[in-house]
């Protein structure tokens, strides 16, 4: 359903991206792992169209992203950012509810508020926080938030950028089983950023490791112990002795 | 001597590039005044923002200003003997220049920063992004409705900098420098000409446009981190107060020169 070859991206003399070849199938939840830089943010950016790659082509549905109409491409979309990306001018339930009160299909007030509440709860969140603004929250809070704005417009494709850090061990595990039960209850398809082994095992289908602006592995999440790729071991078991430089 | 010709041909030239990109961006932003969806909600905090927030700093500004243009018309008009010019001249100084530029380098200072620091922000805090992948355009969203919104409310604005600006005057020459109250009011209006309050609202429009370009337009360029909204701010709000003042020239050219 996703499928990109080739993508290259260049920021100056940054060369992030250096032909990622990567397929998503659809209602299949790919978790993408890799150290911190190495553009794993940038692949989902180059998707949905925020960053323009310098080569390759990125296809959704058999459909070059670039030539398709955007207004009802992105609303098939979900997102997840990184920081949350919280809209700090609106309060809660208008930020999760942001696609619903606008556009073509949007909805009353009073049942986009509805909506907005009940996905707040869905991550853990109570009405209370409805009407609060996004400064007043926590960082675990608003990646909450920002997760229920994911999800609230009932997307097919959700892209989840790190949706576990910077949340207690508790709440990661209840994100964690949230996203699984959205990926198999509602057969969405799902591309998570994480590093964090746990949730890549509660998470993922497959996995894919991007490291040098490449895709160094892709396979099923039962062989990433097995696999016996030195790049691939190193990250899944945390050591600093390995092929990946590490800067001391 | 050859580095620092160079030099000043780059700047000249990255100038050019710049001033460039700013008239694409605001043709780009016009054309999402013709095409919807619109966005009155954001218009009318725009205009709270933009317009009714900013009262009391032009009011308190063309207020001293006015007070302290009679003095010194006063004092120097002294010297020929022209001291009871006060009222005209303080009418037409206000109006057709005073109050416009004062009102619109103060909306520089007010408005621009912080539409260009909160653009900015957004930006670099992926809310830009964010508004993207929900379907909404950051221009009509974002952009359209601040720069609409000055360039109604601004000349507005400049209309009350005026009286209050005159009133300035009126209360020092009255109080101080001893002018017949009626007297000064009918010399004030008498002298007054349709053509310096048309000048006097065009130019509130054509400052709150570049107010607000400005800000818009170097908050979405902001580069990533708390230093690329600084410097977005501060690049907005100079180039916003240089941009009115060449306006105000050469408006003032236009209205005035025949
Ligand atoms: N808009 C941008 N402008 C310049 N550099 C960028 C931009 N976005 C990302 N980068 C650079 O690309 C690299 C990868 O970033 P990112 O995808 O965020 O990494 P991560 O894998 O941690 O998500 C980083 O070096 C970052 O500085
Ligand atoms: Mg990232």
Same mark, same amino acid.
């Given at each position: 359903m996703i499928r990109l070859s080739g993508v290259q991206k260049s920021f100056g003399e940054n060369h992030v991206l250096r032909g990622v070849d990567l397929e998503v199938g659809r209602g299949e939840s790919c978790v993408v792992i890799g150290g911190s830089g190495t553009g794993k943010s940038v692949v989902l950016k180059c998707i949905l169209g925020l960053v323009t790659p310098d080569a390759g082509t990125i296809e959704v549905d058999g459909q070059d992203v670039t030539r398709v109409s955007r207004d009802p491409f992105l609303a098939r979309f979900g997102m997840l950012f990184q920081g949350a990306a %919280?809209? =700090?001018?609106?309060p809660v339930w208008q930020n999760v509810g942001f696609r619903l009160l606008r556009g073509e299909k949007a909805r009353p007030r009073r049942e986009a508020r509805d909506i907005a509440i009940e996905k707040l709860r869905r991550v853990g969140l109570g009405p209370e926080v409805a009407d609060r603004y996004p400064a007043e929250l926590s960082g675990g809070m608003q990646k909450r938030v920002g997760l229920a704005r994911a999800i609230a417009a009932d997307p097919e494709i959700i892209f989840f950028? #790190?949706? /576990? /850090?910077? %949340? =207690?061990p508790i709440m990661a595990g209840v994100i964690n089983e949230l996203i699984r039960e959205i990926v198999t209850e509602l057969g969405v398809t799902a591309v998570t950023i994480t590093h964090d082994m746990t949730s890549v095992r509660s998470i993922a289908d497959r996995v894919a490791m991007l490291h040098g602006g490449k895709i160094r592995w892709t396979g099923p999440v039962s062989e990433i112990d097995s696999a016996g790729d030195p790049y691939l071991d190193q990250f899944v078991q945390g050591?600093? #002795?390995?092929p990946i430089e590490t800067l001391r | 001597m050859l580095r620092a010709v160079a030099g000043l041909g780059r700047l000249t030239l990255s100038l050019v590039a710049e001033i460039g990109r700013m008239l694409i961006f605001t043709l780009e932003v016009l054309s999402?005044?013709?095409? *919807? *969806?619109?966005?009155p909600r954001e218009f009318g905090q725009a205009v709270l923002a933009v317009g009714w927030q900013s009262l009391p700093v032009v009011g308190l500004t063309a207020l001293f200003t006015g007070g302290a243009l009679a003095l010194q018309i006063y004092a120097g008009g002294a010297r020929f003997s022209a001291e009871e010019l006060v009222p005209q001249i303080v009418a037409v100084g206000m109006v057709r220049e005073l109050g416009p530029v004062l009102v619109g380098l103060m909306i520089a200072a007010r408005v621009t920063s912080s539409i260009a620091a909160e653009i900015a922000t957004m930006k670099v805090t992926e809310q830009i992004d964010a508004l993207v992948t929900l379907s909404t355009h950051p221009m009509k969203y974002l952009t359209l409705p601040r720069v609409l919104a000055a360039m109604l409310t601004v000349p507005v604005l400049v209309a009350v900098g005026d009286v209050i600006g005159i009133f300035g005057g009126y209360v020092v020459g009255t109080w101080r420098l001893g002018f017949n109250p009626a007297g000064y009011l009918k010399n004030t209006v008498d002298f007054l000409e349709t053509l310096d309050i048309v000048s006097s609202l065009a130019k509130g429009a054509a400052f709150g446009l570049l107010a607000a370009l400005a800000g818009c337009y170097f908050g979405m360029r902001s580069s990533r981190g708390a230093q690329g909204v600084g410097r977005a701010t501060k690049s907005a709000v100079v180039a916003a107060s240089v941009l009115i003042l060449a306006a105000n020239f050469i408006l003032t050219e236009v209205f005035f020169s025949a």
């Amino acid at each position: 359903m996703i499928r990109l070859s080739g993508v290259q991206k260049s920021f100056g003399e940054n060369h992030v991206l250096r032909g990622v070849d990567l397929e998503v199938g659809r209602g299949e939840s790919c978790v993408v792992i890799g150290g911190s830089g190495t553009g794993k943010s940038v692949v989902l950016k180059c998707i949905l169209g925020l960053v323009t790659p310098d080569a390759g082509t990125i296809e959704v549905d058999g459909q070059d992203v670039t030539r398709v109409s955007r207004d009802p491409f992105l609303a098939r979309f979900g997102m997840l950012f990184q920081g949350a990306a %919280l809209f =700090d001018s609106l309060p809660v339930w208008q930020n999760v509810g942001f696609r619903l009160l606008r556009g073509e299909k949007a909805r009353p007030r009073r049942e986009a508020r509805d909506i907005a509440i009940e996905k707040l709860r869905r991550v853990g969140l109570g009405p209370e926080v409805a009407d609060r603004y996004p400064a007043e929250l926590s960082g675990g809070m608003q990646k909450r938030v920002g997760l229920a704005r994911a999800i609230a417009a009932d997307p097919e494709i959700i892209f989840f950028d #790190e949706p /576990t /850090t910077g %949340l =207690d061990p508790i709440m990661a595990g209840v994100i964690n089983e949230l996203i699984r039960e959205i990926v198999t209850e509602l057969g969405v398809t799902a591309v998570t950023i994480t590093h964090d082994m746990t949730s890549v095992r509660s998470i993922a289908d497959r996995v894919a490791m991007l490291h040098g602006g490449k895709i160094r592995w892709t396979g099923p999440v039962s062989e990433i112990d097995s696999a016996g790729d030195p790049y691939l071991d190193q990250f899944v078991q945390g050591r600093a #002795e390995g092929p990946i430089e590490t800067l001391r | 001597m050859l580095r620092a010709v160079a030099g000043l041909g780059r700047l000249t030239l990255s100038l050019v590039a710049e001033i460039g990109r700013m008239l694409i961006f605001t043709l780009e932003v016009l054309s999402h005044l013709v095409r *919807p *969806p619109f966005y009155p909600r954001e218009f009318g905090q725009a205009v709270l923002a933009v317009g009714w927030q900013s009262l009391p700093v032009v009011g308190l500004t063309a207020l001293f200003t006015g007070g302290a243009l009679a003095l010194q018309i006063y004092a120097g008009g002294a010297r020929f003997s022209a001291e009871e010019l006060v009222p005209q001249i303080v009418a037409v100084g206000m109006v057709r220049e005073l109050g416009p530029v004062l009102v619109g380098l103060m909306i520089a200072a007010r408005v621009t920063s912080s539409i260009a620091a909160e653009i900015a922000t957004m930006k670099v805090t992926e809310q830009i992004d964010a508004l993207v992948t929900l379907s909404t355009h950051p221009m009509k969203y974002l952009t359209l409705p601040r720069v609409l919104a000055a360039m109604l409310t601004v000349p507005v604005l400049v209309a009350v900098g005026d009286v209050i600006g005159i009133f300035g005057g009126y209360v020092v020459g009255t109080w101080r420098l001893g002018f017949n109250p009626a007297g000064y009011l009918k010399n004030t209006v008498d002298f007054l000409e349709t053509l310096d309050i048309v000048s006097s609202l065009a130019k509130g429009a054509a400052f709150g446009l570049l107010a607000a370009l400005a800000g818009c337009y170097f908050g979405m360029r902001s580069s990533r981190g708390a230093q690329g909204v600084g410097r977005a701010t501060k690049s907005a709000v100079v180039a916003a107060s240089v941009l009115i003042l060449a306006a105000n020239f050469i408006l003032t050219e236009v209205f005035f020169s025949a």
